[in-house]
């Protein structure tokens, strides 16, 4: 029995690669978070490449975790489209570049920016999704974004790791 478990239905993660995937990773993550910025730019190609590739299968989710400094990237979690996972792919990239821009608004000002700026609407499961994401979080004792889990190991902080390590 793995040490993690997560429900991965496309209903509250977005799932990419292919189902035989030598390599499968978790990736828990915020969208105003700069750790989860640096680590997703930093590795994004490798990530496109390898699952373009069969390589690998990632499983993303988004936390809203309780942190003022994450409010702004807790409304832009809202906005991932789990309906249409290569929009939300978009989305994820495009909003990691302009992350500064993102986490200079006013959080009242967040829905607007998001609409105006991405051509993003609010998920009308956000609620639910962001309830489920919480409670497993919660569960498997996560503790920080960004977090990446292969197998058993848990990354993150110090220990987090490249695409290219998590591959080998």
Request: hydrophobic fraction near 40%; glycine fraction near 4%.
């Given at each position: 029995m793995t040490k993690f478990n997560f429900d991965y239905s496309d209903d509250a993660t977005l799932n990419y690669g292919n189902q035989d995937a030598k390599t499968e990773l978790t990736l828990i993550?915020?969208?105003g978070c700069p750790d989860t910025r640096d680590w997703f730019n930093a590795n994004k190609d490798d990530l496109e490449a390898a699952i373009d590739d069969g390589k690998l299968k990632i499983h993303v989710k988004f936390w809203n975790k309780d942190k003022e400094d994450l409010a702004n990237g807790n409304v832009a979690n809202g906005y991932v489209d789990y309906d249409d996972p290569k929009a939300a792919w978009k989305f994820i990239v495009a909003d990691f570049e302009n992350q500064d821009e993102l986490d200079a608004q006013n959080l009242a000002d967040v829905p607007a920016y998001l609409a105006d700026k991405f051509g993003v609407k609010q998920?009308?499961?956000?609620?639910?999704?962001?309830?489920?994401t919480l409670a497993e979080v919660e569960a498997n004792d996560i503790v920080s974004v960004p977090t990446v889990i292969k197998g058993d190991e848990a990354y993150f902080d110090d220990s987090l790791k490249t695409v290219t390590e998590l591959l080998g």
């Amino acid at each position: 029995m793995t040490k993690f478990n997560f429900d991965y239905s496309d209903d509250a993660t977005l799932n990419y690669g292919n189902q035989d995937a030598k390599t499968e990773l978790t990736l828990i993550l915020n969208l105003g978070c700069p750790d989860t910025r640096d680590w997703f730019n930093a590795n994004k190609d490798d990530l496109e490449a390898a699952i373009d590739d069969g390589k690998l299968k990632i499983h993303v989710k988004f936390w809203n975790k309780d942190k003022e400094d994450l409010a702004n990237g807790n409304v832009a979690n809202g906005y991932v489209d789990y309906d249409d996972p290569k929009a939300a792919w978009k989305f994820i990239v495009a909003d990691f570049e302009n992350q500064d821009e993102l986490d200079a608004q006013n959080l009242a000002d967040v829905p607007a920016y998001l609409a105006d700026k991405f051509g993003v609407k609010q998920f009308a499961d956000r609620e639910t999704v962001a309830a489920k994401t919480l409670a497993e979080v919660e569960a498997n004792d996560i503790v920080s974004v960004p977090t990446v889990i292969k197998g058993d190991e848990a990354y993150f902080d110090d220990s987090l790791k490249t695409v290219t390590e998590l591959l080998g």
